[in-house]
């Protein structure tokens, strides 16, 4: 059984990490920003320390298996990046924060297992893809900053 203070680690790490790819999006003016990337994340992270403590409890009078749990949260954030996306004309756009609310919740999901560096790890390889691959398309495709999604 985890100690209060790991869980309370584990959700602000959540926290943590999901906030600083929220604010990237905020930044960028997206309809899912800040609050949104963090609350998928906590909430990620929530319900696999739920699915941790669920296991504790049965582990010797049923077999159950913590992974389903996750595997659940995966499929419902497909239904909210879903809703992130918009398509106008010839045009779609949100795909960009559709994947990243997508990887908040496995950083959640991978937070509140323990797995605390693939998290970190994640969390640094984002950030580097929303921020300076924007910039690389930029150059190599010569758009404007404008129409980024």
Excluded: N
């Amino acid at each position: 059984m985890l100690s209060d203070a790991q869980i309370i680690f584990r959700l602000i790490l959540s926290v943590f990490l999901s906030g600083l790819i929220g604010l990237e999006r905020q930044m960028h003016k997206r309809t899912a920003g800040l609050r949104t990337h963090i609350l998928v994340s906590m909430g990620s992270c929530l319900i696999m320390l739920t699915s941790f403590y669920v296991f504790d409890i049965y582990k010797d009078k049923a077999s159950i298996d913590p992974a389903r749990i996750a595997a659940g949260v995966i499929t419902g954030i497909g239904f909210l990046g879903a809703g992130a996306i918009i398509r106008d004309r010839a045009e779609v756009k949100g795909l960009t924060t559709a994947a990243s609310l997508w990887v908040v919740a496995g950083i959640g999901l991978a937070v509140g297992c323990g797995f605390s560096k693939a998290a970190i790890y994640s969390t640094v390889l984002t950030l580097i893809i929303l921020f300076l691959l924007r910039r690389l398309e930029s150059i190599i495709f010569f758009e404007d900053k404008d129409t980024r999604r």
